[in-house]
Structures are given as C-alpha cells and as structure tokens.
C-alpha cells in the first residue's frame, strides 16, 4: 500500500503494508533513525514521536492508523519552542548515559511543557513514566524538565 | 581518629556534589554541533593525537562507549597534558586495532586504572612536541617555552604560536625521550576535574544516528534470527517457504551453529528488504526444535537442589581459617539464615544488533561491542577466515552492563551476511535479547555466625551454592576466597556447592559482587541486631583499626578507606539523627569492588500493604584522589545504585523446562522514574590513584535497601526480588 505521511514538515512517500508499525516506517523506509526500538510493546517509550503533537509509541502504531496525522520525531522537535528547549536543558544537564532512550525522553518532556508549562514533581513523574532509561538517568530527567519549565531548586 | 593514618593518607578531603548537578558544567560544544572542523588535513603527532591547521584537535577515544563516558573521559587525560582548548577537540572513535592500541574492551571499570598514566603521557609527549617545534621556530631553548590552552608561548620575548600553526612542523621532530617528559601538578589542571558534558550529547538529544542499530549501508538488508527457546536445542527443521512467501523477504535458511552459547547457535534467519518484512516472515517458520540430551531444568528444580542441600556439606572448602565449628560451639550467640538472589538479565534498552558485510573474502563490521578484538577473533574462526580480513568499527551501545562483553550477535550477523551475499544489519528482539543472555547467576548462601559475649564476630560460615558444572563455577558465578568478611573475623570458612542449570551465565555490572553484597551485608546486618548494637557503629567495629589487608593491586583491602566513607555516608545522610516515623527506615551497607570503596544509606518507608517507596539515597565513594570527569561520575553512580534497586525490588529470571520464562519489560520490570529516589553523591578524595566507576557504587544498593526494609519494618528480607506481600502490616 502506498501511504503519504507528514513527517517533520515534509510529505513522505512510503509503499509498505498496512500493518507495519510507524517505528519501522520511519527507520528502515525513511531513514528517520531518531526513534529507537527498545520493545515493541508499547512499554518502554524509546519509539515516542509527536503525532499532532501528542506523544504515541510508534512501535504499537500501525501506519494506517496515522492517516493525516503530523508526525514529529527527535529530528524534528527543535523546530518547536518547546523541543529547542527541552534539547538544551538536556544537554545543559548532560542527562545522558548511554543515551539511547533519551530521543523518547526529550519527546514525552516536550509533550508535557507544551500542555502543561509548570509541572509539578508528581506531574513530571506520571508524565514520563512510559519511557523507560535502563541506565536510570531520572534523577537528571527530573532536573532537565524543571529546569526547560523555568522551575528551579530540587526536582 | 585513626581514620586515615594506615593509608598515608596526607590529602583526605571531600567534594560535594549535589543530586542532579549540572552546576558550572562545561559545555565544550554548541547545539549546532561542535564537529564542524575545517577540511584541511590535520598533522599526526602521535596514534592518539592529530591537530589541523585550524587549530583544530582530533583525539582519538580507544575502548568502547556504552554509556560510562570513556568517550569522553579518556580524551580529556590526553587534553589535559597537551593543554588543548577542551573547546577545540574532536573525539574520535578507534576501529578495533590491537596493533595500535593494545586490549580494548569496556569491562571490570578498568578503562581509568589501566590508562590514567598512560593517557597522560600520550598527551605530553604531543605537547612537548610542539614546544619543541615553536622553539626551533624561535631560536630558544625549549625549557624557556610554556603552554596555554591550545598555543605555546615565549614570555620573555612575548612570542606565542597556536597548535594548529605548530602541527606540522611538530609531526616532523623526533619522539622526545620519554623520561623527558613530565606530567602536570594536579593543582594545574585546566581539563580533568571539571564537569564536562559528554563529546556526544549534542548528537544525543537531536537524534542522530550514534547507534549500532542505526547503521546504514548501501543495499543494506535486514535480519532476524531465531534461537531455540530451550538452551542448546538445535533446528530440525522449519517452513523455509513459507517464510520466503512473504513480501519483502529474500532469503530464509537454517544455521547449524555449534553448541557453545557465546559462538554462533543454531537457529533460523530470515533476511528482507526492511525489517519488519523479516519478522513477518520469522513468524511463519514454524520451526521444530530437536531435544536436547539431559533433563530440562526449571527454576523450582535449583530451589528443590538447594532445599535438601544441608548447612554443614559443602562440596569443597574454599577457605578455612581458625576452627570455625569450635568457635560456634563456645560462641554466646549463634545466628543462622540463608539467602537467595535470582538470575538477572542485563536488558540493555539497545537490543543486541551488528552489521556486517562480507566482500571479497573480507568481512566488515559494525558492531556495538564491549570487547571488539575476541569478536573478530571468533568471527574469523567460527567463519574461517584470516583474522587480519576481518574489521570491526565500534559503535556506540545503547547499554552494556556486561552483557556486550559476548559476540554471539556479532558472529551471527557475520554468518547471516556471508549467506546472503549483501550487506545485513541483525536485529534481536527484545525476547531475543531477556531469552538469550548470559545471565547473572542466581546464588544462596547458608550462613552461620557465632557472637561472643560482647557480640562480637566469632565465627563465620557461608556455604555458597552457585550454578556450575562437576566442581567448577560457571562463568562469573564463582566467589573470592578473600571476598569479606575473610580476613576480618578470625575463625572464618567458606565453601562451596555446584547447582548444575542449564542457563548460561555471564558478567553483569559488578560480577559477583552484585548478589554477594545483599547476602553478607544483610546478614551482616542481622548479626548487629543480634549484638544490639547500632549497625553502622558495629561495621566500623568489625574493620577495627586495620589497615590495608592483602597485597595492594591484588587482594588488598584498605580497611581505612572503608571506614572513611562509612563515616562519611553517616554524616551526609544523618545516620542516627534522623528521627523515623513508624514504617520508615534507614539502612546501611558498604563493599569493594572493583578498586572503588563505597558505603550506602538507604532510606523507605513501607506501606501497609508492603509496598516499599525508597524515600532517598546517599552515598559515599573513594576512588582514589581525582575525580576525572565530575559530571559522569555523578551520573555513573547515580545509576550504578538505580539499577541495583531496580534489580532488587522488581527483578528475576526464571526457567520453566529448560527456557527463560521473561521476554520483554511486561514481566521483567525495570525501575521507572517514580519509583526512582534521589541519590546523593558524595567522592572522599584519598590519596591513591584515580580508578573506575561502572561498577562499584550498585553492590551495596540492594543490602542497604533490604537492612532499610528491616529497620521499618521489623522483616529481613533474605530474598530477592523483595515481595511485598511479605512486608504487609500486622
Ligand atoms: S519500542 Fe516502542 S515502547 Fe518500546
Ligand atoms: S541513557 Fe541509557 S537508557 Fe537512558
């Protein structure tokens, strides 16, 4: 199937089954390698993109399901206010380790300070348990989204 | 305060660094990317050491970056000596090439002991170099000449020239003499020392492509492989054609493999045009499996094994000082309990994935690896190949923990290429990856202990069993015959039983040491309980006045470094001042590991129905005198004592008929962000060389966590994971 997907501001031709999850759209037809594939299962959040600026986990999300649907992904979310802001806390704080669940991370944050600009601790909590860091960055995950929300003092 | 005294300890001092703290963190890059250097081609001074006209510095970063910042690190000691503008460097990553860099592997935190002299001097001898150069240009004696960040500099005569400038005439000169050159006074440094951000956090957070999962190569196709569930099984037969019948796939075909779980298994690939098309076609194979010869084992069978195994039998006796049957027979008090910790996987979030391509009879790699030179070595054995027509380019790992320090993934990938005659990039599963590990070995300890009338330490017994097979420990499953508290009590045994289990096993953070710790340390803990006596007080007490025991560098243990960040974790945490509520506790732990020396506080509150929230953590680390990058060292710990709660509170691999029972983070839980407490860090800087932090902070995370259970609640936890159900109020 033939399938037109807006990806980052630009229209992307893909001919791939229905069936085939947005992840591996995005990587292995488009060469989108931002989102990373940690389970497939919808439980660890390193495949989060923005669709019309809600997170989704886009290795549980078949490519006929996006429809007209505006896909954001990591290479893409600088571009907003928020993403650029976001990035910068994150590298401001060095939160990385091994980094790869980090793309996933900056996305659910960006997510929560474009709905919610001032989240509390428990906010910041409930909004970025789905992404799963394994080598357990949170304490700085905390410090990166309070910080990239203007909030300071201890996460 | 004895505190000190034996070590030689002439600078103890402290550092303190908040939970989280990016505080006066050095950027060395703009988002924009710092790795915009000009084209020109730059002067090699040394293996390590380029520098282009532009000034630019290119270092190059040996071992593997999974996640502990060698990456960064490591070139900072070569920027240091050289005294480069950290602004100005460009890290680049080594091929693996034994040749030019000796051993590189990211494993046992070894990568800052092994080359913190070396490193060093790599750099100085660049920078002399260039001085050299400069003073030649000037007509002046090299001795008159001194550096500044990235330029030489005349005083006297007010002349100064930048690197990039000198390079090229540098490259020319001579090596110095190396007893010519001189290391730096600590107190100079520009570089270590300070909080540096990762060389590639810019990348990190816009999502570029940094991952072995994310090479692409020219016609690249896309693998999957399937393993028999039951460890050891080889293929009898699979649906090959039904599994070609699907869009996109190319080429189905069995693996005979051999049966040693780090070569290549055997199994089924399947290769397609992307890789959801492989998996499509995976599912269709329907692939019978052949028996394996010997009963398959399952979880209930090992618990069976060690249930009718006694106290007292051990299969051999690994250390026997005193009498220690005596000494319990007149001790005041006896106590004895066992404890259990599971088989865990390593679970990196970056599955097990590597590209390879084979042309012309060479092989070439991508591979995220932790020990890239024994996977071209098995690479070319296990294919038959020369090993000098086999590469491996290191990629960064999303993760090691160990588990990386194998290469069947990459012998596959190698194998799976050869077959189909293209490029192919191998990706696992996530079920692949929990049902395929090289897991840390599930042990039990029966110990005994004897008290004197003082409660003192009389006697201690620890009948260790532990996976193997005949007399012999599998791998990492074994224990030191010096691991404490040997050497600390004075009648003290320890031996040993061999549980045959078919799971393999193999390396996880902090080998050995991971499981250990929760079981000496708790039942260490019990014995204060039993002596009445504070346990944090009671640890200093049973380290007394010692110094260092053993041999330095080999089975030396530095008593003195123990007790300082005991009693530095007791301070920071307010051990004993701190009033608890009802159901909130606080407990300690401390352990050596892999040189480093830390000591624990762990803080809970249990709920009436036994949930535990850990409210906060502090810890106390000595790894010697310098902190090389502050930033990922506070990180490294951080997460080092998360992932040992992580394990601890929710973690196991099970067997069921011979398979791992887990497949994904559905049944094997790993910690999310609200359950994960603060962790404050705190270095004790003592006068010895700098040494590794991957590792040494997780051991003493789950006891501390478990004593803090007990002094909520009331209930020793000598099981991991920690049930909560056994924790409930009443
Ligand atoms: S890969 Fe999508 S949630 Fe884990
Ligand atoms: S930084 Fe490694 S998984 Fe989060």
């Not at chain 1, 980090?102 to 300070?113: D, V």
């Not at chain 2, 070590?7 to 988002?31: M, P």
């Not at chain 2, 990190?204 to 072995?212: A, H, R, S, Y």
């Not at chain 2, 640890?539 to 330095?552: A, C």
Request: aromatic share 6%.
């Amino acid at each position: 199937m033939a399938y037109t997907l807006s990806v980052n501001g630009r229209n992307r031709r893909v001919d791939v089954e229905p069936d085939t999850p947005l992840l591996w759209v995005l990587r292995d037809s488009l060469g989108v390698l931002g989102p990373k594939f940690g389970c497939g299962i919808g439980q660890c959040g390193a495949c989060t993109v923005h669709i019309d600026g809600t997170p989704v986990r886009s290795c549980s999300l078949p490519v006929e399901a996006v429809g007209k649907g505006k896909v954001t992904t990591i290479e893409g979310v600088g571009d907003t206010e928020v993403g650029a802001r976001v990035q910068k806390a994150w590298a401001e704080l060095d939160v990385a380790q091994c980094g790869y669940c980090q793309p996933g991370q900056i996305m659910s944050a960006t997510a929560l300070l474009s709905s919610n600009p001032k989240p509390s601790a428990e906010e910041i909590d409930a909004a970025m348990s789905g992404n799963i860091c394994r080598c357990a960055t949170y304490n700085r995950i905390r410090a990166a989204v309070r910080l990239a929300s203007g909030q300071t003092g201890e996460a | 305060m004895a505190d000190g005294a034996q070590t030689g300890a002439s600078r103890r001092e402290v550092i303190q660094l908040a939970a989280g703290g990016g505080g006066g963190l050095v950027l060395g890059f703009t988002l924009a990317g710092k790795g915009e250097a000009a084209p020109a081609a730059p002067a090699r001074l040394n293996t390590y050491v380029s520098i282009r006209p532009d000034g630019w510095v290119e270092v190059v970063s040996k071992n593997p970056e999974i996640g502990q910042g060698v990456k960064t690190s490591m070139p900072m000691m070569i920027a240091e000596e050289l005294d480069a503008d950290w602004s100005k460097v460009r890290t680049v990553q080594a091929d693996s090439d034994p040749t030019l860099y000796g051993r590189q592997f990211a494993g046992g935190s070894m990568s800052t002991p092994l080359h913190w002299d070396e490193l060093r001097r790599v750099g100085a001898t660049a920078r002399a170099l260039l001085i050299a150069a400069a003073a030649k240009s000037w007509g002046v004696d090299p001795a008159t000449c001194s550096t500044e960040p990235g330029k030489v500099v005349h005083k006297a005569s007010g002349r100064s020239a930048g690197y990039g400038a000198l390079a090229t005439a540098a490259a020319a000169l001579p090596a110095p003499e190396p007893r010519s050159i001189k290391l730096k006074d600590p107190k100079d440094f520009r570089i270590i020392g300070r909080p540096m951000a990762q060389v590639d956090t810019p990348a990190i957070v816009t999502g570029k492509p940094l991952f072995g999962i994310d090479v692409v190569l020219p016609g690249m196709l896309f693998a999957t492989y399937e393993k028999a569930p039951v460890f050891g099984a080889g293929v009898d037969s699979a649906d090959l054609d039904a599994a070609r019948a699907v869009k996109g796939v190319r080429k189905a075909f069995i693996v005979q493999g051999a049966n040693a779980p780090d070569g290549l298994s055997p199994g089924v690939a399947v290769v397609a045009d992307s890789w959801w098309r492989a998996r499509k076609g995976r599912e269709k194979l329907n692939i019978r499996w052949k028996a394996v010869e010997g009963p398959l084992l399952s979880s209930q069978d090992l618990e069976a094994r060690m249930a009718s195994t006694a106290r007292w039998s051990v299969d051999r006796i690994e250390r026997h000082d005193g009498d220690v049957d005596a000494a319990l027979k007149s001790a005041a008090r006896t106590v004895e309990a066992t404890y259990h910790y599971p088989y865990l996987a390593h679970a990196p979030l970056e599955p097990q994935n590597c590209t390879a391509h084979f042309k012309d009879g060479r092989m070439e790699i991508w591979a995220p690896t932790q020990n890239p030179e024994s996977g071209r070595q098995l690479v070319a054995k296990t294919l038959g190949l020369k090993p000098e027509d086999v590469t491996v380019h290191l990629v960064r790992s999303g993760g090691g923990f160990g588990r990386r320090l194998s290469n069947d993934y990459m012998v596959e990938a190698a194998w799976i290429a050869r077959e189909a005659g293209a490029p192919v990039k191998l990706v696992w599963t996530r079920e692949d990856d929990m049902r395929h590990d090289f897991y840390r070995p599930a042990g039990w300890h029966m110990f005994a202990g004897g008290l004197d009338a003082a409660g003192n330490i009389v006697a201690w017994h620890d009948h260790f069993l532990t996976p193997g097979q005949g007399v012999q420990p599998a791998r990492s499953a074994g224990m030191s015959a010096t691991e404490f508290p040997a050497r600390f009590t004075p009648n003290f045994r320890y031996g040993i039983s061999i549980l045959p289990s078919p799971a393999p096993t193999g390396p996880l953070r902090a080998p050995g040491s991971n499981g250990i710790s929760f079981a000496v340390q708790g039942f260490l803990d019990e014995l204060a309980h039993a002596a009445g006596a504070d346990p944090l007080e009671y640890r200093l007490r049973l380290l007394g006045d010692k110094g260092m025991v053993g041999t330095p560098g080999r089975d030396g243990y530095d008593a003195a470094r123990m007790r300082g960040v005991l009693k530095k974790v007791a301070e920071v945490s307010g051990w004993g001042r701190t009033r608890m509520e009802p159901r909130q506790g606080q407990g300690v732990a401390f352990h050596f590991s892999h040189l480093g020396y830390f000591a624990e506080v762990v803080q809970v509150r249990v709920a009436a129905d036994g949930q535990v929230k850990v409210e906060k953590v502090w810890v106390a680390g000595d790894v010697g005198r310098q902190i090389v990058n502050p930033s990922g060292a506070i990180n490294q710990v951080q997460g080092s004592v998360l992932d040992g709660l992580s394990g601890a509170l929710g973690q196991a691999i099970t067997l069921e008929g011979g398979a791992v029972v887990q497949g994904n983070f559905d049944d094997y839980r790993l910690m999310r962000i609200a359950d994960a407490p603060p962790v404050e860090v705190h270095f004790v800087l003592s006068d010895n060389p700098p040494t590794g932090l991957g590792e040494p902070a997780l051991p003493p995370a789950p006891p501390a966590l478990c004593n803090a259970i007990f002094a909520a609640t009331g209930k020793r936890v000598r099981r991991l994971p920690v049930d909560p159900a056994l924790l409930a109020a009443g």
